[in-house]
T-cell receptor, first 116, second 114 residues
Framework: AQSVTQPDIHITVSEGASLELRCNYS??????LFWYVQSPGQGLQLLLK??????LVQGIKGFEAEFKRSQSSFNLRKPSVHWSDAAEYFC??????????????FGKGTKLSVIP | DAGVIQSPRHEVTEMGQEVTLRCKPI?????LFWYRQTMMRGLELLIY????????DSGMPEDRFSAKMPNASFSTLKIQPSEPRDSAVYFC????????????FGPGTRLTVL
């Protein structure tokens, strides 16, 4: 069965500093990969996704993520964090079963705090 | 274009009462998903529909939970009877197969069962 690991439960960075959020997945083939962001009291908003092709994908709000097959990773990065980026970030993998059933499996999330 | 719409946004009820959560997916989407989010268990898929047909309900916790999708623009998740351990945020999401199943989430319903 597929799984997603986000090793960092909580990260604190200073405004203007760079950011990298880690995500590792376990799956036999190349899955669909997603990063979502959730602000307090809000639903999940899609930041970016990877299906195939260029392993470096650009998303909204200045985020990017790189798919590394050899490491089974899909880390999220941003060169300069803004205070409004404080939120919880979820990595997810989308997979199909042999019967065609589709499942999106989420990591536990990483809470990002930004200090002035 | 309106996103996924969920109602109510907040629900407080007493143990034993029936609770009905509602969802309107994005127009044109043909897959709909119900998730539950708690601090302990994170985001869990409860059930999903494709073309109004339930495809996978293995995440539904027990018989007290039921979900329906009578047409392409409406779905309900019902809990009867409700229990305090059902307290959580319930999200509905929709997608269009052919877009590699990118799911778009609603704002959620925060359910508190006293």
């Amino acid at each position: 069965a597929q799984s997603v690991t986000q090793p960092d439960i909580h990260i604190t960075v200073s405004e203007g500093a760079s950011l990298e959020l880690r995500c590792n997945y376990s799956y036999g083939a190349t899955p669909y990969l997603f990063w979502y962001v959730q602000s307090p009291g809000q639903g999940l908003q899609l930041l970016l996704k990877y299906f195939s092709g260029d392993t470096l994908v650009q998303g909204i709000k200045g985020f990017e993520a790189e798919f590394k097959r050899s490491q089974s990773s899909f880390n999220l990065r941003k060169p300069s964090v803004h205070w409004s980026d404080a939120a919880e970030y979820f990595c997810a993998v989308g997979t199909y079963s042999g019967a065609g059933s589709y499942q999106l499996t989420f990591g536990k999330g990483t809470k990002l705090s930004v200090i002035p | 274009d309106a996103g996924v719409i969920q109602s109510p946004r907040h629900e407080v009820t007493e143990m034993g009462q029936e609770v009905t959560l509602r969802c309107k997916p994005i127009s044109g989407h043909n897959s709909l998903f119900w998730y539950r989010q708690t601090m302990m268990r994170g985001l869990e898929l409860l059930i999903y529909f494709n073309n109004n047909v339930p495809i996978d309900d293995s995440g539904m916790p027990e018989d007290r939970f039921s979900a329906k999708m009578p047409n392409a623009s409406f779905s309900t998740l019902k809990i009867q009877p409700s229990e305090p351990r059902d307290s959580a945020v319930y999200f509905c999401a929709s997608s269009f197969r052919g877009e590699a199943d990118t799911q778009y989430f609603g704002p959620g319903t925060r359910l508190t069962v006293l």
